[in-house]
């Protein structure tokens, strides 16, 4: 059982570095990922076949999800404030709660305040094993932070920001205040191919294919499961 768990956040950690590296793809280089070793769980989650048809996951994959998902919330629902307490402590050195706060809201497509399993596990099934354009998708519904259909240079810094303070001044000791700014200015020199102010869906799509590094970026979701 303490297996299962443990994998589960192993898997969100990989999750969360992949995320960062896409942010910072222009200015960063990746590390290789290991993957993590798959075993055997007895438990079998409601509606597990359902949930192979609708995702990319094995019905062995899904096991070890749900086992990992209870251990952690035995209601089978999580809100804001558990996801954030999850998360924090993958990052003791830093603030993760403004971070959090965007990747739960991506993972609550009802917008309803909590997330289900069925939640977690399409939005981890589009991020790990769905297409270069559904990961792409999802990566930037993330960053739309308003839902208007754009992404706009406030919307950029709050994400780099949220990122600086999450990872906390034991990684960035010597911060300088400009220099997530100088990240947004990269993003958008890259991104917004019309100079408009804004990045559309396509605009980022775009970029991203053209982007060597940011491809390795969005293969290593490919190395969670």
């Not at 896409?22 to 076949?49: A, Q």
């Not at 259909?149 to 600086?164: F, W």
Request: some cysteine; overall charge negative; proline content about 2%.
């Amino acid at each position: 059982m303490a297996g299962c768990t443990s994998r589960c956040r192993q898997g969100v950690l990989k999750l969360i570095q992949s995320l960062q590296r896409l942010v910072f793809g222009t200015l960063t280089k990746d590390k290789t990922e290991d993957e993590l070793e798959m075993t055997m769980v007895c438990h079998r989650p409601e509606g597990l076949d359902q949930l192979e048809a609708q995702t990319n996951f094995t019905k062995q994959e899904l096991q070890i999800l749900y086992r990992g998902f209870k251990n952690e919330c035995p209601s089978g629902v999580v809100n804001e404030e558990t996801f954030k307490h999850i998360y924090a402590q993958f990052f003791p050195h830093g603030d993760a709660s403004t971070y959090a706060h965007y990747l739960f809201n991506a993972f609550d497509t009802t917008n309803n305040g909590s997330i289900k399993f069925k939640d977690f596990v399409m939005g981890l099934s589009i991020l790990l094993r769905g297409t270069l354009r559904e990961k792409l998708e999802w990566t930037f519904h993330l960053y739309d932070i308003n839902r208007d259909g754009y992404i706009n240079r406030e919307e950029m810094t709050e994400i780099v920001r949220a990122i600086y303070d999450m990872m906390g001044k034991y990684t960035y000791p010597a911060l300088k205040g400009d220099v997530p700014q100088q990240h947004v200015d990269a993003f958008f020199q890259k991104m917004d191919k019309n100079k408009d102010g804004v990045v559309t869906l396509e605009e980022f799509v775009l970029a991203c294919q053209e982007d060597e590094t940011m491809m390795r970026s969005m293969q290593l979701f490919e190395n969670v499961m």
